[in-house]
């Protein structure tokens, strides 16, 4: 039995022919075009194709997942320091945004994280993006401080990183 087979979503449609999740699949190099395409649209300041390239390289946990029909529903980036996971991007597909996928994916993270030994998970959220940072609340992630202007912001300006926690 596979990590997605283990954690199945608990998502809100009632049809017969509902989204399902394939199997969690590590993130390859001829996956980056399509995720590209994802970050592209949900981000205003997306991360490049190289910045996943690089990800790779440097051996981060990297991860997409696909839906029954080989759709990407979203993917998830993190990398290890010591025993505490950092969250570098977890994003979900527009169109399923609001669905359980970004619980569901963040459970697929955590999982990961937990049987890499990892004692906690890292993120910066902008707290201009309400969605996420409910999410990761409701997740049981704790504010533990800011990063003054980390994020680029609109007409040349800086948002602040709210820096948060989940023990695990």
Do not use: C
């Not at 997306?46 to 993917?75: C, R, T, V």
């Not at 996971?85 to 979900?92: A, E, R, S």
């Amino acid at each position: 039995m596979n990590l997605t087979q283990k954690m199945r979503p608990q998502m809100r449609s009632t049809t017969a022919s509902a989204l399902q999740p394939g199997p969690l699949q590590r993130l390859q190099p001829e996956d980056i075009a399509a995720v590209i395409q994802i970050e592209q649209d949900v981000h205003a300041y997306p991360w490049s194709a190289g910045n996943f390239h690089d990800s790779l390289k440097a051996h981060y946990e990297a991860w997409i997942l696909p839906d029954q029909h080989a759709q990407l529903i979203g993917y998830f980036l993190w990398m290890a320091a010591v025993d505490e996971g950092h969250l570098l991007n977890i994003t979900v597909r527009r169109d399923l945004q609001g669905q359980g996928w970004g619980r569901y994916l963040m459970d697929q993270m955590t999982h990961l994280a937990r049987d890499s030994g990892m004692q906690s998970i890292l993120l910066e959220v902008r707290p201009s993006n309400s969605q996420a940072v409910k999410l990761y609340e409701r997740y049981g992630f704790l504010p533990i401080g800011r990063r003054k202007a980390y994020y680029p912001g609109a007409d040349q300006s800086r948002e602040d990183a709210l820096v948060m926690r989940l023990p695990l």
